[in-house]
């Protein structure tokens, strides 16, 4: 597996939306998932889409806010988050395995370096 990089991180108000990215390097398609860690906090899960792009998700305060999915003309995973709020701040890292996805963060291989998102008014 390649390289995978986060952008769309910012800083947004609550109530705002937006939309991050990752992006790998390679051509294999993989299963990516999205964690965060927010300070001082253990790094969690959020969501994931397999290499058949089933989807799960993880976080239960981002069910119905929180959308996955990938463009694979461009490599990309994306991470739709709507109706943010400032307990959605944190550093979001998306990560790679195989095929099938896992809430586990020891199951993944490639990590990110993460990109911040802070809501704040």
């Known amino acids: 597996q390649g390289q995978l990089v986060e952008t769309g991180g910012s800083l947004v108000r609550p109530g705002d939306s937006l939309r991050l990215s990752c992006t790998a390097s390679?051509?294999?398609?993989?299963?990516i998932a999205w964690f965060r860690q927010a300070p001082g906090k253990e790094r969690e899960p959020v969501s994931c889409?397999?290499?058949?792009?089933?989807?799960?998700y993880y976080l239960d305060s981002g069910r119905g806010r929180f959308a996955i999915s990938r463009d694979n003309a461009k490599n990309t995973v994306y991470l739709q988050m709507n109706n943010l709020t400032p307990e959605d701040t944190a550093v979001y890292y998306c990560?790679?395995?195989?095929?099938?996805?896992?809430?586990?963060?020891?199951?993944?291989?490639?990590w990110g370096q993460g990109t911040q998102v802070t809501v704040s008014s």
């Open positions: 390679g051509n294999a398609k993989t299963a």
């Open positions: 889409i397999s290499s058949t792009d089933h989807i799960s």
């Open positions: 990560a790679a395995r195989g095929y099938l996805c896992s809430p586990t963060r020891i199951a993944y291989s490639t």
